[in-house]
């Protein structure tokens, strides 16, 4: 059984512009780089699937910055309530304590 090769995003685009870029033929791509022809064709449907993005804001859009900014602003209102909590907790200590030694 014959092992899947795979193909890193600089192989791959060096393929594709080999086939737009130079006119090459697909049948030699196949035959040149040992590639399905299937292959080919997903990597060009992916390229132009993800040019849309590219060209809207001159580099590809990252949802991971915003993911990233949600969880910090959830985190931080977690501490902000924690923080009241103790603060809360130290105040009546200190009540107690006072009333338990007689000071008040």
Known sequence: M???KSYTAEQKVLILRELFEDKVPISEI??????????IYNWRKKL???????FENGKPKNTKPDQLQT???????????RDEAISYLVQ???VLKK???GEN
Do not use: G, P
């Open 48 to 54: 132009f699937e993800s040019a849309t993005i590219i």
């Open 30 to 39: 196949v035959e040149k780089y040992k590639v399905h022809v299937n292959d």
């Open 99 to 101: 009333s338990i030694d």
């Open 71 to 81: 969880k910090v602003t959830a985190l931080e209102e977690k501490l902000k309530k």
């Open 92 to 94: 009546d200590n200190i």
């Open 2 to 4: 014959r092992q899947r």
